[in-house]
């Protein structure tokens, strides 16, 4: 008996597991076209690094426990009913904290935070008639967010980079009501990303908080695109939540297509078709036509506008829309230099992609992480292709099944906000991961949960180049997961974490696959402003003589199909310790933490002048 509770109690952990683990499946998406009401702006906060608002002297949970402890469990926002009572905490006397935005860039002394805070705020919520039902959205946060309502915990999300929801229906009062969301960003070894990266911790209510209102049975996701290999077949799949969704009639219409299509949801409240779409404009980079869509159910519209476009790799090509294309691109972080700090607004957006539009770029690579909705909504508008990541980056626990489920949960919360941008061409499932069985798996099953998930869309990875053994300057790539991506991508710091810019040209690379190649990352750093003889490192130079020696180099690679320097613009790290050059601040941006650019933007402009005369 005693081995079946055990059993049972195993379940119950492990499906808690799974509700924790699988947010994914509740996310609504298009979240910009909804009803939505603004949390953003001022909040107030407390700083708790012994997170004892939510763990008793015991190290007990207090949202747990039948009994919560008013005087300590901050979630509960409790205010002193009389002058005697004890109530250890006090939201309205405590400090205002923007969001959405990191706290280590709005308060000098959470520079280095790393830990858990409480972020509260009070807001009156008036329903929308004919909308009974009711989410909190969170663009993201990062890195673990607990999140209540009026004291009660509505959910728990794990992963920094991307969109989360819980209803709070039956739960929000006509009034004034408080919502209190515990966010922590303390790195760890089983985590995704682990304690190890290069780039800022940034923790907090990092993007948009909404609350959304619905009907009872709704539209919450659908996704309309081309059929794999088919211009002319736009494949619909709509997903209604509710009571009603079962045998409900959807509506989805396409007006300057002169496009309907209407179908009848089946017993998962889940619409299927295709549609003949014979005269389509097509979504192109560099020349993008996005259609208004309209999907309609029982009275209520939801409008989306979205690109049609074919992506696919014939031999060593990539083809959008049957046509080759070399990939002129740059790698981004969700950083905004001049500000300093994560990168949260549709402004943010227009800088970053506007200085790769500059730089003549027709594709990005969003590194290490989905970025926020504005920057796809934004590629798709400007016609820039996208390589969207998740943080499965160096060192992960290949072996442990929960952060398998974290990475994969991550993984399809991207896949799901994105799935109908144009724009984004390749879902990358790793950064520069060690070679090993364990990790070889862990990396198998997330390309099939990709492919499972978005049938049309290519799959990659920034591997890693080696030395051929016994060859100085032979480069190689092998790696057994390029046998399983669409697209093969390697990161090479030839010239720069190997050799120096005079012996780039000596190097040749041998690929022995028939694929298209990227190169996912290239690169050296320089201080802008500071100069010298080109063989200085840390000078301007120096930086532009690798970018001439390493154009030249790949440029003889018969399979190369696109290239995503290392990166547009110097961002934080922790790891860049060098005084008076470094600063905290990795410097490997082709433009500076002021908006300068540095010579090297201009070797790479001029090969992309090229590139684009050569593709035409
Ligand atoms: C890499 C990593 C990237 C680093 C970069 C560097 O290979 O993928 O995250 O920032 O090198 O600057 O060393």
């Not at 008013?70 to 939201?91: I, M, N, Q, S």
């Not at 736009?234 to 989805?252: F, N, R, S, Y």
């Not at 227009?350 to 590194?367: D, Q």
């Not at 978005?454 to 790539?477: F, M, T, Y």
Request: with cysteine; charged share 25%; glycine share 8%.
């Amino acid at each position: 008996k005693a081995t079946t509770i055990l059993a049972g109690l195993c379940l119950l952990q492990s499906a808690m597991g799974l509700i924790y683990a699988q947010t994914w499946q509740n996310l609504i998406t298009n979240i910009e076209n909804r009803q939505v009401t603004t949390l953003n702006g001022m909040w107030k906060y407390i700083v708790d690094p012994y997170e004892s608002g939510y763990y008793d002297y015991r190290r007990q949970v207090r949202d747990q426990q039948s009994w919560q402890n008013t005087a300590e469990a901050l979630y509960l926002a409790h205010k002193p009913a009389h002058k005697g009572e004890r109530v250890e905490y006090d939201f309205d006397k405590s400090d205002n904290i923007i969001v959405p935005g990191d706290w280590n860039s709005q308060k000098e002394k959470l520079f280095y935070y790393e830990g858990t805070i409480w972020y509260y705020k009070k807001f009156v919520f008036t329903p929308t008639p004919g909308l009974p039902r009711q989410f909190f959205y969170f663009g993201a946060a990062n890195y673990e967010s607990d999140v209540y309502l009026n004291g009660k915990k509505l959910g728990k999300h794990i992963g920094g980079f991307t969109p989360f929801n819980f209803e709070a229906t039956g739960l929000l009062k006509e009034g004034e009501n408080f919502i209190v969301v515990k966010v922590d960003n303390a790195r760890g070894l089983e985590k995704v990303p682990t304690v190890n990266t290069d780039w800022w911790n940034y923790g907090g209510l990092t993007r948009d908080v909404l609350l959304v209102e619905v009907p009872e049975t709704y539209i919450k996701d659908y996704y309309i695109q081309l059929a794999k290999g088919n211009s002319e077949l736009i494949e619909i799949h709509v997903e209604l939540d509710g009571p009603a969704k079962v045998g409900q009639v959807v509506t989805v219409n396409i007006p300057d297509a002169k496009l309907t299509f209407t179908g009848v949801s089946d017993e998962n409240g889940v619409v299927r078709g295709s549609i003949k779409a014979r005269k389509l404009q097509y979504w192109n980079p560099g020349k993008p036509f996005l259609y208004d869509v309209n999907l309609s159910y029982n009275g209520h519209t939801l409008k989306d506008r979205i690109g049609f476009r074919t992506i696919a790799v014939k031999g060593r090509d990539i083809l959008v829309n049957g046509k080759p294309v070399f990939l002129r691109g740059i790698s981004i972080h969700e950083e905004n230099p001049l500000r300093g700090g994560r990168a949260y607004s549709a402004e943010d957006a227009r800088i970053l992609l506007g200085w790769a539009k500059e730089l003549g770029c027709n594709y990005v690579r969003l590194a290490h992480y989905p970025h926020n909705e504005n920057m796809v909504r934004l590629a798709d508008e400007l016609g820039i292709l996208v390589w969207s990541e998740v943080p499965v980056y160096w060192t992960i626990q290949w072996e442990n099944q929960e952060t398998y489920n974290n990475a994969e949960n991550q993984l399809l919360e991207m896949i799901t906000r994105d799935k109908n941008r144009a724009s984004v061409i390749i879902w990358s499932i790793a950064n520069e991961t060690p070679v090993s069985p364990a990790r070889t798996g862990f990396l198998k099953r997330m390309i099939s949960t990709t492919r499972e998930a978005d049938p049309v869309r290519l799959v990659s990875a920034a591997l890693e180049r080696h030395e051929k053994p016994g060859s100085r300057n032979v480069q190689i790539i092998e790696d057994p997961i390029q046998d399983y991506v669409d697209v093969i991508s390697f990161n090479q710091y030839l010239g720069w974490y190997s050799g120096t810019p005079a012996q780039i040209m000596d190097n040749e690379y041998e690929i022995n696959y028939d694929k298209p190649v990227i190169i996912s990352e290239l690169g050296g750093g320089a201080l802008q402003g500071f100069h010298g003889e080109r063989d200085e490192i840390w000078t301007e130079e120096y930086q532009e003589w690798l970018y001439e020696e390493t154009v030249r180099m790949i440029d003889r690679i018969p399979q190369l199909r696109g290239v995503t320097p290392w990166i547009l613009a110097d961002f934080r790290s922790p790891r860049r310790l060098l005084p008076d050059i470094q600063d905290g601040w990795n410097r490997k941006g082709l433009i500076s933490q002021t908006g300068n650019k540095k010579k090297a933007f201009y070797v790479l402009k001029k090969y992309y002048e090229q590139k684009a005369k050569e593709y035409g």
